[in-house]
């Protein structure tokens, strides 16, 4: 009888996965106001002023990441090995469908505290990042309706869905960052893992595959058929962690792929150097027009998206008594547009201070942004043929060897981008 609460007769045809079936509990979340509104953020932010075809946002990356997710899951937890076996809900059980519920509900909820333009402006604007606003999203109005209906069902009375959504959709880290008061059992830090994993995560393999798609920089392509069907969940590597989410050894290679997808996307896209350009004057324009009270409160914040701010760069970029005209001007008829130069992290923060007194007329005239990303051990968990477990970075030379991806930028007016190379020798 609880097989029939996952009866998928509702589809929506996706470019990149294909159909994408859901249910009528998942079809009453994807058409609430919160979820719709992502038909209205883009999933690249301003990237479309430099490769035209990423316009596609965050409502079909959520459904993409519903369906990878749904996939992995069953991938999992078919293939159990013996020392993991009593720790994982049994294929059909009760345990099963519902964690397969609220993984598939806390995927489609994960991006829903997203900014206008997605991550332009977020740094700046939220110093919480849009997870919050996730977590407000879920506790809103907006979503009641949908765990009450869900609660009705006899396999999910007197359940906590709301707090499982939370805990799944956000991840332990962000749960600990924002101090809310849920804590994570050894199995559902898998099912967490499974949305949000550094390495595995449905929303990385989702993005890197649908932004490749967008751009038609086919660098960001991998198998990740192949990873998903290699994935496993496999025995903690201390005993504080029962159990991690790692690959089997014939999935290194498509493991590999991933992550110098990863590498290269970063390179052409995410950090390439027009990009960032546009991404400043957007952020910086973004930041002299929206208030207080959209960053505080929810209805403002979800009634504002990337249409609300295309409609005020227009008016903008026109009248030169509006505050964010400058910048405006410099997005919407790309003239003059600042230059975008990464910088080594052997130039400090105070040279460049040094620089701007010196040389710049305009305070407005050269900004900077520094990254605080590490590059990260990887510590993948691979199971080898005789079911003894190692890290990964053990048996790949590549892994080990892909370098960081993240620079520190300096945005500073044409007029002195010599100055600043000379100086800089870059």
Not at 134 to 145: A, C, G, N, R, W
Not at 344 to 366: G, Q, T
Request: aromatic residues 12%; positive net charge.
């Amino acid at each position: 009888m609880s097989k029939e609460y996952l009866f998928f007769n509702k589809k929506i045809y996706d470019s990149v996965h294909g159909f994408i079936r859901f249910d009528e509990i998942e079809r009453m979340l994807i058409d609430t106001f919160a979820f719709q509104r992502l038909h209205y953020i883009r999933q690249l932010g301003i990237t479309y002023m430099v490769y035209p075809g990423a316009t596609h946002t965050r409502f079909e990356h959520s459904l993409g990441v519903m369906e990878l997710s749904s996939r992995i899951y069953e991938r999992i937890c078919k293939t159990l090995r013996p020392d993991v076996f009593h720790l994982i809900p049994r294929e059909d059980s009760n345990d099963y469908i519902y964690w397969q519920k609220i993984l598939r509900l806390a995927a489609l909820c994960h991006d829903l505290g997203h900014l206008p333009f997605s991550h332009v402006a977020e740094k700046s604007l939220l110093q919480e990042g849009h997870e919050k606003w996730t977590l407000k999203v879920i506790e809103s109005p907006y979503l009641e309706k949908v765990f009450t209906e869900l609660n009705k069902i006899p396999l999910f009375h007197k359940k906590e869905i709301k707090n499982d959504v939370i805990k799944i959709a956000l991840g332990e880290e962000i749960i600990k960052k924002l101090n809310i008061n849920l804590k994570l059992s050894s199995w559902e830090k898998i099912v967490s893992q499974i949305i949000t994993g550094d390495f595995f995560g449905a929303d990385r393999i989702d993005y890197l595959l649908r932004d490749s798609k967008s751009t038609g920089i086919v660098y960001g392509l991998f198998d990740y058929m192949q990873l998903i069907e290699m994935l496993r969940i496999l025995p903690g590597f201390n005993k504080e962690e029962e159990l991690q989410l790692g690959i089997d050894e014939n999935g290194l290679e498509s493991c590999e792929a991933l992550l110098l997808a990863r590498h290269f996307m970063h390179k052409r896209v995410y950090q390439y150097a027009s990009v960032k350009s546009f991404n400043f004057h957007l952020r910086r324009f973004m930041q002299t027009i929206f208030s207080i009270k959209l960053l505080q409160e929810l209805e403002p914040f979800l009634a504002t998206n990337d249409f609300n701010v295309i409609a005020e760069l227009q008016l903008a970029a026109k009248d030169k008594s509006h505050k964010g005209h400058e910048d405006a001007k410099k997005i919407v008829f790309r003239s003059d547009h600042f230059k975008a130069i990464a910088l080594s992290n052997k130039i400090s923060k105070e040279e460049l201070v040094a620089f701007k007194k010196k040389h710049c007329k305009n305070e407005n005239d050269m900004d900077w942004e520094f990254s605080s990303f590490k590059k990260q051990e990887l510590n993948v968990a691979l199971s080898r043929r005789n079911r003894s477990i190692i890290r990964a970075s053990e048996s790949s030379v590549l892994l080990s060897s892909i370098p960081a991806t993240y620079n520190n930028w300096v945005y500073l007016a044409r007029a002195y981008e010599p100055l600043f190379l000379a100086e800089f020798k870059i």
